[in-house]
């Protein structure tokens, strides 16, 4: 029986290996279960068993690149060692530079077309914003939820306008966090310390999406 979970494990990891790559090439809306099936060499019925649908597909995809980036980072930068609000500031940073790459742009605006709340869901957007501020543990449950939603909508709403190119990824960072400290009353002069501090440890490193979703991050 656990050699039959080993496999199952060992196909889930292919299918998503194999998705990314391919979303890479033809992009996530031209790529079809037919698609994956014959580049992946495996029976069409394995991709909806182990992912559901398609868009839990990709934002499995979309997950699996975050967490790559992020863990790579943590383990040049010593966050540990940084006070909550500038770490969680720093990983925003680094989170909209990369979408420097334009495939990953697409990536994001095509999934949040069939459903943003599987991309930005309640608690993720709750532990961001409130690593940027205790100030936020003083709502109860239902105004925090109504804030998390719409800092979810923001994040989106920043996505898209990198996708018309109408904001550079930095300035993106620097809206949302801007957008979420304002919001509790942390001072202009403190937001700005905090994203200069950010700044600088993002420019110690290099960190950007390559060819079929792969990552590098490197001292710069």
Known sequence: ???????GDNTKAAIL??????????????TTYNDLSSNLNINR????????????????????IITTVMNAV??????????EDLSAAFHMMIYYRLFNNRHFVDLICDLANENSDMLFDKAQEGN?????????????????DVIC?????????????LKEESCSPDKAAIHYIN?????????????????????????????????????????R
């Open 17 to 30: 290996k194999g998705s990314r790559k391919l979303f890479y090439k033809k992009g996530y809306k031209n």
């Open 1 to 7: 029986m656990s050699g039959t979970y080993k496999v």
């Open 45 to 64: 019925a394995l991709i909806p068993y182990h992912f559901n649908n398609k868009t839990a597909l990709g934002v499995s995809v979309y997950n699996d």
């Open 179 to 219: 957008y979420a400290l304002r919001y509790v009353g942390v001072s202009q002069s403190d937001i700005d310390d905090l994203i200069d501090s950010a700044m600088q440890l993002c420019d110690l490193i290099n960190c950007e999406i390559r060819q079929g979703f792969s990552v590098s991050v490197s001292y």
């Open 128 to 144: 961001i914003i409130n690593k940027l501020s205790e100030a936020y543990s003083s709502y109860n449950g239902n105004e925090f």
């Open 149 to 161: 939603k719409c800092m979810a909508a923001i994040r989106l709403s920043l996505i898209k306008a």
């Open 74 to 83: 943590d383990e040049l930068i010593d966050t540990d060692g940084l006070s």
